[in-house]
C-alpha cells in the first residue's frame, strides 16, 4: 500500500466534502452568473497561463458542455515554446491589453480567470481588463496560495465569484519526506470545479424550461452533424473551433 497515494486521496476526499458542504455557495453563484450569461447569449471566456491554461482549455468542445464556454488560448502559454518562455511571458503583466485584444468581449460575457496560485500577473492583468469593460468575473485558484503572498495583486481581489482548489502554497499535498513535497493539486481540483460549474449551469438552464446548447461526444451517432450546428453558431467567437 502507498502512504503517498492515501494522503493524495484523502485530500481530495476533504476537497469533496468541503464542495458538498460550505463550499458550495460559491460554486452555486458563479454557475448562476454562467447560466444567466447564457441565456443572454453572451460569452463564457477562459483564460489562464501554463498549467492555467491547459484548465482553460478543458471545458472546450467536450462532451457535456455548453459550446459558450470559450477559451482564451495561445500557443505561447502552453509551453509549445518552452517552459522558460511561458514563465517569463504569464510575470508579464503588460501583455494583458494584447491578450484581452484578440478577443470581442461583450459587457454581460463572464471570464473565468485562472491561476493556480491566483496571483499569477498576467492572468490578473486580464481579469482587470474584464472587470474595467463590465464583464463578470469567476476567479479559481487558491486563496491561501495568495494569502502567502500580501505583496502580489490576485484574481480574487477583482472577482465576482471565487473559486477555491484547494491547494496549498507551493501546490503540491503530499510530503514524501521532510521538505520534499510531490503532487500538484490544483489541476485535479480545478478540472473538478469547472466540470461542476458548467454541469450546475446547464442544470440551471433546464430549471428555466432552456435546453442548454451541449456538445456530443464526437463517437455518438450523430454527434457530428448536431456539433457542427453549434459550431455554425459559435466559431466567430470561439478562434478555438
Known amino acids: 500500500m502507498s502512504r503517498a497515494i492515501d494522503a493524495y486521496l484523502a485530500h481530495l476526499n476533504g476537497f469533496v466534502g468541503r464542495l458538498a458542504g460550505p463550499s458550495r455557495d460559491a460554486l452555486e453563484g458563479a454557475a448562476d452568473a454562467c447560466a444567466q450569461a447564457i441565456q443572454a447569449d453572451r460569452t463564457i471566456w477562459s483564460f489562464g497561463a501554463g498549467h492555467g491554461q491547459c484548465l482553460a482549455l478543458e471545458l472546450h468542445h467536450r462532451a457535456g458542455v455548453a459550446a459558450c464556454f470559450v477559451p482564451m488560448a495561445s500557443p505561447s502559454l502552453a509551453f509549445s515554446e518552452g517552459a522558460g518562455i511561458e514563465t517569463a511571458l504569464e510575470r508579464m503583466e503588460q501583455l494583458g ?32 481588463l474584464a472587470r474595467e469593460q463590465g464583464l463578470a468575473v469567476i476567479a479559481l485558484g487558491s486563496p491561501a496560495s495568495a494569502a502567502a503572498r500580501p505583496g502580489m495583486a490576485s484574481i480574487f481581489g477583482l472577482a465576482d465569484h471565487m473559486l477555491d482548489n484547494g491547494a496549498p502554497e507551493g501546490d503540491a499535498v503530499v510530503e514524501l519526506s521532510p ?57 466567430q467567437r470561439n478562434h478555438s473551433l
Open 179 to 235: 521538505g520534499l513535497q510531490g503532487a500538484a493539486f490544483s489541476s485535479v481540483s480545478g478540472s473538478l470545479l469547472l466540470q461542476l460549474l458548467a454541469l450546475r449551469a446547464a442544470e440551471r438552464l433546464l430549471e428555466q424550461g432552456l435546453t442548454p446548447p451541449l456538445w456530443q461526444a464526437s463517437a455518438l451517432p450523430g454527434a457530428d452533424a448536431h456539433n457542427d450546428r453549434l459550431a455554425a453558431v459559435w466559431r
Open 97 to 128: 491589453p494584447a491578450v484581452a485584444g484578440r478577443y470581442e468581449w461583450r459587457r454581460g460575457d463572464v471570464l473565468i480567470a485562472i491561476s493556480s496560485s491566483g496571483t499569477t500577473p498576467l492572468t490578473v492583468a486580464v481579469a482587470r
